[in-house]
């Protein structure tokens, strides 16, 4: 068992503290009250500087069958047992209060660190934000690539330099032909000169990277919001079958468009076909395909997830019609048809329910599910394998095979808490000899 010592030092302590008050009221027993305590102190000593059975001093085996012979001489000595038993069932609380306290902590602790932009990162954005300034290279000419709707667009929402340049450059990497690929990051004024600078400073074969910050209002007009929003997440837990206890629920985390993604037929007038790729993902295979794909005048290709069926949000949904026994989709990876989609006025409905709906939670949920209602076309499940970010199921060889992983889920691969064995196939993207990532001890 792991760290069986530890256990089995707790353990001892748990017994030695139920037995002591007890002993120590006998005068004939001050001997052993006396070693009864010495040896609590010495095990409370030593937990409170070891965690594990690597921590622990060499001399702890000694310890251990020192506490063990005088818990037995505490046993043998004839007690009140109700004073013993009240005694272990006062620690018995105080302990559950303890663990009780340090689960809230631990739980206020992990979102905490899901929440916080991670320190390498910070480093990183605010160096590359000092070396645009210090540079001249922001004075570049703007292609003409950028409109041309006969070439391949990827949008991406971020304010992640590292995890949007992994998008660009996994894409770029897999890709047949790069000379036809545009790519536009649309981030926020705080991270949009950064973002400027390393996309400047990095070249992605012959793919260009156009940088727009979405907060300006001087240059999409009415397509501007006061801050960015990337994809939103929803937790979904439920039971594996019905007569599953609770510690057996399965949880999908469901990835949808945000306020951002309804800017995109504003944002891009000149362009009829757009893929959205969010920051979370890493493509492995060429994606051209998905340029000739026929969505037989749906809006938006998705890869749907049947494991989370629409009656399963009903506590997000309401009362609103939907067909209970239909699949949920996912942002990740979206084939989106902007002429479509401006037919049919998506935005403007999104806009109105969200206006209907504000009080509600998952509001964004519900308004995004109405407005895409039998308008998203299921794209092959092959596409994407969803769930990097929280599943610790997945085989490699299923991993090898998809043509994007999604790290949709609390657990993102730029992340300390990211799920280690997920790591290498987004880490591999990141230029780790780059002068900026090394000195900010980025990922490394």
């Known amino acids: 068992m792991q760290d069986s010592m530890v256990k089995k030092l707790k353990d001892q302590l748990f017994v030695a503290r139920a037995y002591f008050p007890s002993i120590a ?3 004939a027993q001050s001997k052993l009250s006396g070693e009864l305590k010495q ?6 000593r030593v937990l409170s500087e070891s965690t594990t059975d690597a921590d622990l001093p060499p001399e702890i085996q000694k310890k251990s069958r020192r506490m063990e012979a005088v818990i037995a001489r505490a046993k043998s000595v004839s007690l009140d047992c109700n004073n013993v038993d009240k005694k272990l069932r006062q620690i018995f609380d105080l302990t559950e209060d303890e663990a009780n306290f340090h689960m809230k902590q631990s739980a206020f602790l992990y979102q905490l660190a899901v ?7 910070h480093c990183l954005s605010m160096r590359l934000t000092v070396e645009y300034f210090r540079d001249h290279l922001f004075d570049k000419e703007l292609s003409e690539k950028y409109s041309d ?8 929402f971020s304010n992640n330099v590292i995890a949007s340049s992994v998008v660009i450059n996994s894409t770029v990497v897999h890709a047949r032909d790069t000379v036809n690929q545009v790519f536009h990051v649309l981030t926020d004024w705080q991270n949009y000169y950064a973002m400027k600078h390393w996309f400047l400073r990095n070249t992605f074969r012959d793919a260009v990277v156009q940088v727009l910050n979405i907060e300006d209002s001087d240059s999409y007009g009415k397509a501007t919001l006061s801050h960015l929003t990337l994809p939103v997440e929803f937790r979904v837990s439920f039971p594996s079958n019905d007569s599953a206890p609770a510690i057996h629920n399965r949880t999908q985390y469901v990835s949808i468009f945000s306020h951002s993604h309804y800017l995109l037929p504003e944002i891009f007038k000149n362009l009829e076909k757009v893929v959205v790729l969010d920051d979370d993902v890493v493509v492995q295979q060429d994606l051209s395909a998905l340029w000739s794909l026929n969505m037989g ?3 938006t290709g998705a890869i749907e997830i049947c494991s989370v069926k629409m009656d399963q949000l009903q506590s997000y949904l309401g009362e609103h019609s939907f067909q209970k026994h239909s699949c949920s989709w996912m942002s990740g990876l979206n084939v989106i048809d902007l002429a479509r989609w401006r037919d049919l006025d998506i935005s403007e409905t999104y806009w109105k329910l969200v206006k209907e709906v504000s009080m509600k939670e998952g509001s964004a949920l519900l308004a995004t599910s109405l407005s895409f209602q039998d308008q998203i076309y299921a794209l092959d499940r092959v596409w994407v394998l969803s769930g990097l ?3 610790y199921g997945f085989d490699i060889e299923g991993i090898k095979k998809a043509a994007v992983l999604h790290y949709n889920g609390n657990m993102k691969p730029w ?3 990211g799920i280690p064995k997920y790591k290498e196939y987004w880490k591999k993207f990141l230029n780790h000899e780059d002068q900026y990532l090394s000195e900010c001890n980025v990922n490394r």
């Open 25 to 27: 009221k006998i005068p």
């Open 39 to 44: 040896n609590i102190q010495e095990v409370e």
């Open 115 to 121: 929440q916080t932009m991670p320190k390498s990162l």
């Open 149 to 156: 709707p006969t070439l391949q667009h990827y949008v991406i």
């Open 297 to 299: 005048g749906k809006v």
């Open 389 to 391: 970010g929280h599943d």
């Open 415 to 417: 992340l300390d808490l």
